[in-house]
Every structure is written in C-alpha cells, then in structure tokens.
C-alpha cells in the first residue's frame, strides 16, 4: 500500500508560501501522493489550482484530489483544467469525483442540489469522450485521460466508480469502515463485469506533537459543523500520534487499501515533517 499526504490548502490560514514549500518537500519523501480536497463556502483554496501550482514543484509524486465536487464545475471547463493538469505534470494526475454533502456550496455555484448524482453520472460519461477526442486540448500524457476515482456510500456511488472509474475513494473512517467500503466497490466492480480490482483510495486526519491534538479537533469540527453532533465523531478519530498513524496505516493495508492519504489539520510545516518520520519508520 501506498502512502499519501494532503495538501494544507484545505486549512483556514495556510498561505501559498507554505503550500508550495510542502509540495516541494514531496519529492523527497515516503509519500507517494498529494492530495486537495475541495470546498466553495469555506476559506480553502481550490484544489484544481493547488494541484496545478504543486507540479510546477514535483516531478516524482501523483497528484491527486480526494475529492474535487465536480457537479459545482461545468464538464468541459473540468475535464480540460485536468487534462491541463495532467499535461504540465506529465501524466501524474488522479481525479477523484464526488457529489459532496454540503448545500451551501451548490447555493454559491447556482447549481441545482437535488439533481448532483445525475449531474456526475453525465460527468462521468462524458470525461472520457471528451480526453480522447480532438476538440478539447491539451491531450493527457495518461491514454483515455488521468486515473479517476470515485467517492460516496450510496448504491449509485459504487456503480458509478464500477461503470466509469479507475477505482474507488473513500471518506475516512476506521479501517473497519472501509473495509466495508471496499467490499461494496470491489462487488460492483465484478456486477458490471470489469476485469481485474478497482484501484482503492482512503483517507485520514493527522496532528503530530505536543498540545496539536485540540487545534486539530477544533478545524474538523469546525470543517464538517454542517454535519451537527457527527463533526465531534470525526475530531475523535484524529491521528494525533506516531503509534497511532502506523496502526492506522497498517489497518487500511489489512483492508485492501491501494492508497491512503493522510491529510493535514494543522498549516505548520513540522506537520509534513513529522507525518513523514512516522511512515518512514514503518
């Protein structure tokens, strides 16, 4: 199994310095991945952007969103912005897609949030056409486009990962959670007769050091407040030591997991460093 990190563009504060100096420190080190996730109602940078400004300083690590909300995008503007991705980062791209949970954000984009899931399913069968004809440019280095990926619980979720996908990614959550997860992704994988397994994609919370633990608790709360008491239930599963994050890792090994990225809950750069002393060691 593979080991990501995220980016901390997700984290209220982090400045653009501090962003491109963690990328740049990707390349030499245990990760294999970075990761953005995405929000539009919230003090984060776009994760299309970031990725994009993170290959101008990598040449070995993927890059990956974990996830994009690609219904609050318009199709082609997406698929060309990641093949643009793709192609100044010379095919390192993973594009994983969700519905999201937050209606606020579809608000802010004007876009209809009953109708997300059918929106991606459009998406999703479009991507494709659109990376291996001619009227959108520039070509992905990758064939048929980068790697996608994914995201959701719901049935429609997994046959979407099956039917268009590369692979699968789950939200976070105990090894045992995507275990579940992945038993579902793998089974509809089989259903609509794919050949081979679905690449499998978790992820996880981290704050290493001492008096880290409470700030990070405090961003997820904060981050996920739309989801009312389960916010406290997310903070709980914060890895917030050594021991914990090699437990956790080598949970989602025993589960299946192809990668797993652990996403940063504090914008300090002893994060990166400190996450990367405790796969190291593994």
Avoid at 143 to 171: K, W
Wanted: charged share 20%; proline share 6%; hydrophobic share 45%.
């Amino acid at each position: 199994m593979r080991v990501g990190i995220g980016l901390p563009g997700g984290i209220p504060g982090a400045s653009g310095t501090m962003i491109l100096k963690w990328a740049a420190k990707a390349d030499d080190s245990p990760f294999s991945s970075l990761a953005a996730i995405d929000r539009i109602v919230y003090d984060n940078y776009e994760p299309m952007a970031m990725l994009a400004a993170a290959s101008a300083v990598t040449s070995r690590v993927r890059l990956a969103t974990t996830i994009v909300v690609a219904p609050l995008r318009g199709t082609a503007a997406l698929a060309k912005t990641a093949a643009s991705i793709d192609a100044l980062s010379g095919g390192r791209l993973v594009l994983g897609m969700a519905v999201g949970a937050r209606e606020d954000d579809y608000l802010a984009a004007g876009v209809d949030y009953r109708r997300r899931g059918r929106i991606l399913t459009d998406q999703l069968a479009a991507m494709r056409e659109y990376w291996e004809g001619d009227t959108i440019g520039p070509r992905p280095v990758r064939p048929g486009g980068p790697e996608m990926l994914v995201g959701g619980l719901s049935d429609a979720a997994f046959s979407r990962a099956a039917r268009y996908a590369d692979g699968y990614v789950h939200g976070g959550g105990p090894p045992r959670a995507f275990g579940r997860a992945a038993d579902r992704a793998r089974a509809a994988w089989r259903d609509a007769g794919r050949p081979g397994l679905p690449a499998l994609w978790g992820q996880g919370y981290f704050a290493l050091g001492e008096g880290t633990a409470e700030r990070g608790a405090r961003y997820l709360k904060d981050y996920y407040a739309f989801t009312g008491p389960f916010a406290d239930k997310i903070a709980a599963g914060l890895l917030f030591s050594a021991q914990s994050v090699i437990q956790y890792i080598r949970g989602y090994e025993e589960a299946g997991c192809s990668e797993l990225v652990l996403l940063p809950t504090i914008a300090d750069p002893s994060q990166f460093d400190r996450l990367a002393e405790a796969v190291a060691s593994l």
